[in-house]
C-alpha cells in the first residue's frame, strides 16, 4: 500500500516550457487536490476533484489545468510555465467527497524550479 | 474569509523541554480544526484532530484543545525530543469554502 505518490521529484523547466505532475493514490479515496507551498504561505488548493469525473477550481488556479484520468490518478499541467510557479507541489487524497473533518493524506511532493 | 493563524517560527528548544506552538482562527460556524506535521523531506500528515468546542485532539504525545471562546488550537507537548523537529501547520475545515485552510506553518528545531 503506496498511498499518494507523485512523480517527478524534482524538476527544472524555462520559462515557457509545458509539463504535467502525475499523482495517484491506492487508497479507492473519492476526493484528490492539488497543493502548492511557498515560504511562508502554508499549503494553498489549486484545483480539487471531489470525485471521478468532476474538477473545481480552488484559491490559486490561473496557469494550471487538471485531468481526473479515473478514480487512482489526477494531473497537474502547467502549459506555459512562469517563475512565479517555482514552488513544491503536493497532491492529496481523501475518503469521501471533502465533507467535514476527514483526514487528506498527502504525497511527498515535487519541488519544481523555473529559470 | 475563514483564515487560520499561526506563530511564526523558527521555535528553537533543547530536549526535553514544553512546546507550545499558537494557532488561532477566524470562521464562520465551527469548523474542524488540525494540525498537521510535515518531516524533512516528506509529505504533510495528520497530527491530530478536533471536530466540536472543547474537544481535545491527541497523538504520539502532542494534544490540542478546540477552544470556540478564544477561536484557538494551541499545539502542546510536555517533552519534545529531537525526532520532533519539523514543520507544523494548523489548519481548518471550511465548510463555507469546502476545502481545508492552512495556517504559514511553524518549523520546531529540537536539539540534543
Known amino acids: 500500500n503506496a498511498g499518494v505518490t507523485q512523480t517527478p521529484k524534482f524538476q527544472v523547466l524555462k520559462t515557457g516550457q509545458s509539463m504535467t505532475l502525475q499523482c495517484a493514490q491506492d487508497?479507492?479515496?473519492?476526493?484528490m487536490y492539488w497543493y502548492r507551498q511557498d515560504p511562508g504561505m502554508g499549503l494553498r488548493l489549486i484545483y480539487y476533484s471531489a470525485s471521478e469525473g468532476t474538477t473545481d477550481k480552488g484559491e490559486v488556479p490561473n496557469g494550471y489545468n487538471v485531468s481526473r484520468l479515473n478514480k487512482r490518478e489526477f494531473s497537474l499541467r502547467l502549459e506555459s510555465a512562469a517563475p512565479s510557479q517555482t514552488s513544491v507541489y503536493f497532491c492529496?487524497?481523501?475518503?469521501?467527497?471533502?465533507?467535514?473533518?476527514?483526514?487528506?493524506?498527502f504525497g511527498p511532493g515535487t519541488r519544481l524550479l523555473v529559470l | 474569509g475563514d483564515s487560520v493563524t499561526q506563530m511564526e517560527g523558527p521555535v528553537t528548544l533543547s530536549e526535553e523541554a514544553c512546546l507550545t506552538i499558537n494557532c488561532t482562527y477566524t470562521a464562520t460556524g465551527y469548523p474542524s480544526l488540525f494540525w498537521y506535521v510535515q518531516y524533512p523531506g516528506e509529505g504533510l500528515q495528520l497530527l491530530l484532530k478536533?471536530?466540536?468546542?472543547?474537544d481535545k485532539g491527541s497523538n504520539k504525545g502532542f494534544e490540542a484543545t478546540y477552544r470556540k471562546e478564544t477561536t484557538s488550537f494551541h499545539l502542546e507537548k510536555g517533552s519534545v525530543q529531537v525526532s520532533d523537529s519539523a514543520v507544523y501547520f494548523c489548519a481548518l475545515f471550511s465548510g463555507g469554502y469546502n476545502k481545508l485552510i492552512f495556517g504559514a506553518g511553524t518549523r520546531l528545531a529540537v536539539h540534543p
Open positions: 487508497m479507492n479515496h473519492n476526493s
Open positions: 478536533a471536530t466540536k468546542a472543547d
Open positions: 492529496a487524497s481523501s475518503e469521501s467527497r471533502g465533507q467535514g473533518a476527514e483526514t487528506q493524506y
